[in-house]
């Protein structure tokens, strides 16, 4: 021992020493310890040093801290070291870093409230923790539960689960959740729904029994054991609840911060609905009962919305409508009864006043009279032996009987409401066994102790001495059971504490003795305790300072009693007269309360605040008067006695703990306070169940386990084969005490601080290991490092001395090569200088001679200059004084003219106005101006004969004058030119002199411009430069934008490539969740058409059992079959039902009905459904569509922007033009029917084809007017002969009327088609018309865009040069996009015009074949010509149609489904026929049907088939190769419907000859549709199937076992794992799944199954196996290490080695396993610092958050070197992953089955080619 605690003391040893905040705190040793030490030299966490003294009596050490690797464990018992710190710490390690709430214990669980909502009880947890031992996974609620429930199935005994703990530590919500667990995994045995009952009975008890305290929200205030009843197949068939300690008290008084019963304020709160008007209720604020807590409201609750929860629980638990408000008005009334003030009328009396609103409320309330209800509230009768007498009672005594009564009124309300609850849950099914779940209170001790805490810490008294008996009872099974020595262990025992209490002269029976005492009071009852204890009893004590309190030593505190109120409690006394007054009540729900007074043996039942069991097995004296007290039970008496029947009824089953704890006593989240953890954990028996284990052997390995784990410590010649063997030979060199451990059969048990011991050597081992691999490490290191520096050192010397003798040669070449250059460069300067003097003196010369010619020559210039500039000027002086002189003569004419004219005008106004007096004066003379007018005409024609004689005088007269005229100015012209030539000298000489002036003016002005246009030529090429410049800028922010403009043609079109991708992807999941909606309501149709046929076996059951040898066979009902099969089974079902109608008499018709309305209900829902389907396909086809659409658009975009960066803008304009015209002119490319290439003739093919069918069609118009001539003469002919011949010449003619019905046929056919090829060829030729005009239009409109661009640009030209050319990018960047968007919405129209053309291109040819068919024979005569075509169309299409079919009589049809699908034998027709043989013999029926048009037939053959196919499904739908063989015929068959249904769809995939086997008279398409839904439930059979067969291997060969040897280390597993109820059933590997998988895909090859069918089951399979490992890996911590990760991403590895050797990578198997791989990579990462955080964020995409963080709060360090991963780093996780918008559920589904599609897949198998086996006794067929 001594060396062991050297060895375990030393330095860096890390100890716990008390604290008076913490508790525990850690310390870590500076010094090693010796024997003789009187201290040790610890350092605190914070670096604090200090000396902790030894006592030196005991020299006890501190408590040594587990490994770090032991921190954490989900089992206390886990621990190497078992005591109070190292339970504290783990608890809070896992509570407060890991957020787990829930620990192990040994066989208690440790729940620990959260005060926050956890996701961790949902469905998929609780599928997750059905079927699976208690150890595998991590401590919950739901593993307690599933423990008790196998245990009930396993040993044939019932179990009780055990919660306790403090108020407010959440003992009602794990009891809630156990019950749901139950509720969840075992359904109900009938169709009452039994298990919603149950779990429907918490809302109400919660309502009337819970009320929020100081420490809780929903404190339950009362006791409560609920045995759940099973039958013998453990489904539950009901439930009984009997109740303890209810707080009446709390009914009338309620401390701060507290509230009463939440009915009360759930009442208030529904106030104004209508039916509550009555009540007369308000706000909780207005009543006393309500208001003394002043908190009326709980945060987060709504109290009204609670009430209809209540009333949907009453409802559902059968208490109707009128008991509903019964009892609501019963509680209203209690409220009012506590508001009526009692006045005092003297001292001694009191007095209600009268017309009391709230009385009265009361008395209305409850029916009974105001003035007796006030009579007895104010008095109280007394009786003699001879008279009575009422006595009037002070105000504070009926303060409290009026108190007292609202209790018992309250409490008679109670175990009413208990009472109807337990009638609900019972069922008439026998009980099998049961689970009890026990939430009852936790040990109390509060400032002020009073009768309720006494009797809940007696209660929790007895239940922890059950629990130590069971703990010990345990422990020496498990050391019997492994053959081990042990040894009694000392363990607390509180029986004597027991006795202190119960036993005869205990606290209870003094107190019941004090209660018969007619004076009896508290001080005389604490007397007789003193008296009878203080000396007899250790554990009874009296404080110091009182006389009215006693303490008792419980198992967990001691605790002071206040003796005020004991005896009083314990009566529980009530005023008979107001029980009288209530009894009379005309209510009679009140009534009903009270109507078993006279039977109980108590008047309440239960105790004042506390309560008690209420149904007690006691019957009363009936002799008796029920008035005398002498012989009533006590409270105390009851409970006693109620409590016996609990320990034994808890006694009789298997017990299950569950301790909770309460953190903190303020509610917060996740905040540990370890003074008041530690409080409870004594209090509840934890530690002591630590303390027993710690007695004995408190680890246990087996020997598997322990070689593996210590393998390192062992030698090679240590490892024998016997695994046994070689752990002893190690133990005994190991550990030198052979009392530290001991060898069962299969474990190996040690005490306590030997893993710890053995953990240690390990790292020691390892770390040593470690040493000496480094030290290897770093020797090869630096020796390789020296090696390289010496290497490098000498080829640092080899290069350095080259060096040094290059650079000496080099000096040398330098110094010759400078002396050979200054040689030469000095000649080349001399001749340099000489040549330059030369070319001076050449320059020179030039020069000069330059100049002398340069002046000699402009000399000569300027004289010929100047005589030509005098030649000019004086034409232009002499042109000037012409035109001056000419134009004064003009003007001069002018004004004389002007002159004239006004005086003629002014004369003619003169005139004029003369004439108008003469008029006036003179009206009568009009005759006279007649006659003068005539004799004015008269000259005037004189006149006309003078003037033309004048004319013909003045022309003769005009030619002379010109003549004279012309003379005339010849003779002037003659003296002028002698007047010129005599001025002409002097003139000349004038004109020089001034042109010598106007030269050198001239010469002056040109040098001016010479100087102007050299200063303007500097100016334009520094301008030119400058443009240059800015060019060169404007191109490079051209390339900058051109280059913006790509970067944002690509990023938009990557965003509108992600948007049309995420629109898809939405699209996609809509319509996969729809159909898996829909597949779901086929799995829940099946599910009903089951139960259907179940009830229908029991009927035709009940049936042969009346009358013997009558036996109905019936089939499974399809509701989506014909409705014949529907009316004839049920047809059936009628006539059974009536023949045996006395038997079936006393069934469930009820829920028959119920069924059938369920199925209509499904079948209309699945037909909506389907329709809705069918809706969103459509809807993803045009939304696909137009994605493609807005893609073309979008990349039709970016050519352009690319096109504007290698071309110009005009040459771009001139393109487009030109491709514009183009198109104009290649009108006949554009109409190509799919020819290709442009250019292409196909155009010109279907013109001259066109051509062709024109000139046929009029060779038809033709032949028409032949026929009808021909048809009328026939028709005379035939008319004339009916007429005029007897009857039997008809007879005769009946060929030739064939004929003539032949040839009209024929003529309306050939009518037909000429008025289509009419039709087709004019709505052509307007599509072309209109195509032509609307290139027209698109010609037109770029023109006007061209002059639209000509105008902006230039306006562009006016704006300065950056906004120019920003404007015109612009611009042309928008015009080019409408343009190509306008060409390519062009281009799609010519593409949708090319296809139609081609389509009808086909029919044009295909019809004009056929009617050019008949006219290759000759042309004999027009009959010949239309029968020759109608001859070869119709009798070889017959002979076509009986090929391939299969005959078969209608009375065998039950034989062809007996023997070809309910007796036929899947693996022989597998291995040894063609696949499918079943489904291609099947429909070559159904054709037959079909070609004889028999609707029967058809129906009935398809009915049967469904019908048949479910029934096998049924009977052998476990078996995976029956289910595998009928899902693949399924297929094949709806295959078939389709591929000869006659649609285009399917035909094309067709030959020519499977496209004649066509059915010809009937559409199947519902029917498709019916075996469509058949075949999504085989499939979701088959994947259940195969889930079954996979699911016990998933876990064990993913997770548990270790493929890759040596990886992982075995870690303690404590006791966890010995209540498991399974034994193992051999393990499962790897290998097992893969040839599984290997099995299932070779089947469904064999059977024939589509590819793509198998592709998807592989997909579901692999999402099972991903899906179940996941869930096991986030709820088991010991599987979260990176060893694990690397087993698992090897596994994973070896499933996709398996896809990828079936060629089945591409089935979305391996994605459905991204999240396995990324948990399996978050597991091996590092997770450390913020860039591990963003990689981890980045990497696990497929993770959700909440797995993230669980996965990391899992985390567990298999060795010491392992870091765990910090608190902090799991919150940066948490930061970077709050924006993800994902679901919180935890698990993955498991249960989720991806839509199944059934894609087309054509056979090429001919039907007429197929050939039945006689092995299938199908010879009643007959092929056809």
Known sequence: MNRELEFMFVQSARVWIPDAEEVWKSAELTKDYKNDDASLHLMLEDGTTIDHKLDPKTKNLPYLRNPDILVGENDLTALSYLHEPAVLHNLKVRFIDSKLIYTYCGIVLVAINPYETLPIYGTDIINAYSGQNMGDMDPHIFAVAEEAYKQMARDERNQSIIVSGESGAGKTVSAKYAMRYFATVSGSASEANVEEKVLASNPIMEAIG??????????????????????????????????????????????????????????????????????????????????????????????????????????????????????????????????????????????????????????????????????????????????????????????????????????????????????????????????????????????????????????????????????????????????????????????????????????????????????????????????????????????????????????????????????????????????????????????????????????????????????????????????????????????RNSLQMLMETLNATTPHYVRCIKPNDFKLAFSFDPKRAVQQLRACGVLETIRISAAGFPSRWTYQEFFSRYRVLMKQKD???????????????????????????????????????????????????????????????????????????????????????????????????????????????????????????????????????????????????????????????????????????????????????????????????????????????????????????????????????????????????ERMRGELGRLRGVEEDAKNKANQVSSLLEELEKLRKELSVTQQEKKTIEDWAQKYRDEMEKMVSELKDQNGLLKKEKDDLNRMIQEQSQQMTEKMTRAIAQETQQLETDLNEERSRYQNLLTEHLRLEEKYDDLKEELAHSTSVSKPGHRRTDSTHSSNESEYTYNSEYAELEDGSRVGEDVTRGMDTSLTLKLQKRVTELEQEKQSLRNELENREEQFQR?????????????????????????????????????????????????????????????????????????????????????????????????????????????????????????????????????LLEQQLQAQRRTYDSEVESLRGELQNVKEENNRQQQLLAQNLQLPPEARIEASLQHEITRLTNENLDLMEQLEKQDRTIRKLKKQLKVYSKRIGEMGAGQTEGQTSPGQMVE?????????????????????????????????????????????????????????????????????????????????????????????????????????????????????????????????????NFDLAEYRQVISDLAIQIYQQLVKCMENILQPMIVSGMLEHETIQGVSGVKPTGLRKRTSSIADEGTYTLDSILRQLSAFHSTMCQHGTDPELIKQVVKQLFYIIGAVTLNNLLLRKDMCSWSKGMQIRYNVSQLEEWLRDKGLMNCGAKETLEPLIQAAQLLQVKKKTDEDAEAICSMCHALTTAQIVKVLNLYTPVNEFEERVSVAFIRTIQTRLRDRCESPQLLMDTKMIYPVTFPFNPSSLALETIQIPTSLNLSFLTRV
């Open 1428 to 1560: 020759e075509p109608i001859h070869p169309v119709n009798i070889p299409r017959r002979e076509k149609d009986f090929q391939g079919m299969l005959e078969y009589k209608k009375e065998d049809e039950m034989k062809l489904v007996k023997n070809l699908i309910l007796e036929l034998k899947p693996r022989g027709v597998a291995v040894n026929l063609i696949p499918g043989l079943p489904a291609y013999i099947l429909f070559m029926c159904l054709r037959h049907a079909d070609y004889v048009n028999d609707d029967q037939k058809v129906r009935t053959l398809l009915t049967s088939t469904i019908n048949s196919i479910k029934k096998i499904l049924k009977k052998r739908g476990d078996d995976f190769e029956t289910v595998s063989f009928w899902l693949a015929n399924t297929c094949r068959f709806l295959h078939c419907l389709k591929q000869y249904s006659g649609d285009e769809a399917f035909m094309k995939h067709n030959t020519s000859r499977q496209n004649e086997h066509c059915l010809s």
């Open 1183 to 1315: 939304a696909r569509a137009r994605d493609d659409a807005q893609f073309r658009k979008a990349r039709g975009a970016e050519l352009e922007y690319e096109s504007l960066k290698r071309q110009e803008l005009e040459s771009e304009n001139k393109k487009l033009r030109h491709d514009l015209a183009e198109m104009r002119q290649s009108l006949l490319g554009s109409a190509a029917a799919g020819a290709g290439a442009p250019g292409s003739p196909a155009y010109k093919v279907l013109l001259d084809q066109l051509n062709a069918s024109c000139e046929e069609l009029e060779v038809r118009k033709e032949e028409v007017l032949i026929l009808r001539s021909q048809l009328v003469s026939q028709k005379e002919a035939l008319h004339h002969k009916e007429t005029m011949t007897e009857p039997s010449v008809f007879a005769q003619d009946v060929n030739k009327l064939k004929d003539a019905d032949e040839l009209k046929q024929a003529y309306v056919g050939v009518k037909d088609t000429n008025r």
């Open 719 to 961: 490892v024998l084969p016997d695994k046994k063997l070689t752990c002893k030979n190690v133990l005994e060199k190991l550990v030198q005490d052979q009392d530290k451990y001991q060898f069962g059969k299969t474990k190996i048990f040690f005490r306590a601080g030997q893993v710890a011991y053995l953990e240690k050597l390990r790292a020691d081992k390892l770390r040593a290991a470690c040493i000496r691999i480094q030290k290897t490490i770093r020797c090869w290191l630096a020796r390789k490092k020296y090696l390289r520096q010496r290497s490098a050192a000498i080829t640092i010397q080899r290069f350095t001395r080259g060096h040094q003798a290059r650079c000496l040669a080099k000096f040398l070449r330098r110094t010759q090569a400078a002396t050979t250059i200054q040689k030469y460069q000095r000649m080349c300067a001399e001749r340099k200088r000489f040549r330059q003097k030369q070319a001076a003196a050449l320059a020179m010369q030039t020069i000069l001679r330059a100049y002398m010619a340069r002046q000699k020559y402009q000399a000569l210039l300027r004289e010929h200059k100047a005589v030509t500039i005098q030649k000019h000027v004086r034409g232009w002086l002499a042109r000037c004084w012409y035109k001056r002189c000419l134009e004064a003569i003009v003007y001069l004419q002018c004004c004389i003219r002007r002159m004239r004219a006004k005086r003629e005008l002014k004369k003619l106004k003169i005139e004029a106005r003369s004439v108008e007096h003469f008029k006036k004066l003179n009206k009568g003379m009009e005759n006279k101006i007649m006659q003068l007018q005539r004799k004015i005409d008269e000259q005037n024609k004189d006149n006309r004969v003078i003037s033309e004689r004048l004319v013909s005088l003045e022309s003769s007269y005009a030619t002379e004058s």
């Open 210 to 639: 819970n009320a929020k305290t100081t420490r809780n929200d929903n404190s339950s205030r009362f006791g409560k054991y609920i045995e759940i009843g099973f039958d013998n197949r453990y489904r539950i068939i009901g439930a009984n609840m009997r109740t303890y300690l209810l707080e009446k008290s709390r009914v009338v008084f309620q401390a701060d911060e507290e509230r009463n019963y939440h009915i009360f304020y759930q009442l208030c709160a529904s106030a104004n609905q209508p039916e509550f008007k009555n009540l007369r209720l308000s706000t909780a604020n207005d009543f006393l009962y309500t208001r003394q807590g002043r908190s009326p409201v709980i945060e987060g609750v709504d109290d009204a919305k609670e009430l209809r929860t209540t009333r949907h629980a009453f409802t559902l638990l059968g208490i109707n409508e009128s008991y509903q408000i019964g009892l609501f008005q019963v509680l209203a009334a209690i409220l009012h009864l506590g508001n009526v003030e009692i006045k005092d009328r003297d001292s001694d009396s009191s007095i209600i006043a009268p017309n009391n609103r709230h009385l009265t409320a009361f008395c209305e309330l409850v029916g009974v009279t105001y003035q007796d209800m006030s009579q007895w509230l104010c008095h109280r009768k007394l009786k003699t032996a001879t008279e009575t007498y009422i006595k009037p009672l002070p105000r504070l005594q009926a303060t409290n009987a009026r108190d007292a009564l609202s209790k018992h009124i309250y409490a008679k309300l109670f175990n009413w409401i208990v009472e109807h609850v337990n009638k609900a849950l019972v069922t008439n099914v026998k009980q099998h066994s049961f689970i009890g779940v026990l939430d009852i209170y936790g040990f109390e001790t509060f400032e002020i102790n009073s009768f309720e805490q006494f009797c809940i810490n007696y209660a929790n008294e007895k239940l922890q001495q059950q629990f130590n008996m069971h703990v010990f009872k345990l422990e020496q099974e498990e050391y019997m059971k492994e053959q081990i020595p042990w040894t009694l262990i000392d363990f607390y025992d509180n029986q004597p504490c027991i006795n202190l209490i119960e036993a005869k002269m205990g606290i209870l029976d003094l107190l019941d003795e004090e209660c018969k005492m007619p004076k009896g009071s508290d001080d005389s009852w604490a007397q007789k305790l003193y008296n009878t204890h203080l000396k007899t009893c250790s554990l009874f004590e009296k404080p110091r300072m009182s006389n009215r309190a006693f303490i008792i030593q419980h198992f967990a505190d001691k605790v002071e009693y206040q003796c005020e109120g004991f005896l009083e409690k314990n009566k529980d006394t009530v005023n008979e007269e107001q029980i009288h007054v209530l009894k009379a009540s005309k209510f009679d729900l009140l009534v009903e309360l009270f109507q078993d007074e006279e039977k109980a043996t108590t008047p309440t039942g239960q105790v004042p605040g506390t309560g008690g069991r209420t149904r007690l097995s006691i019957k009363p004296d009936k002799g008796r008067d029920t008035s005398s007290k002498e012989h009533k039970k006590t409270v105390g008496c009851q409970f």
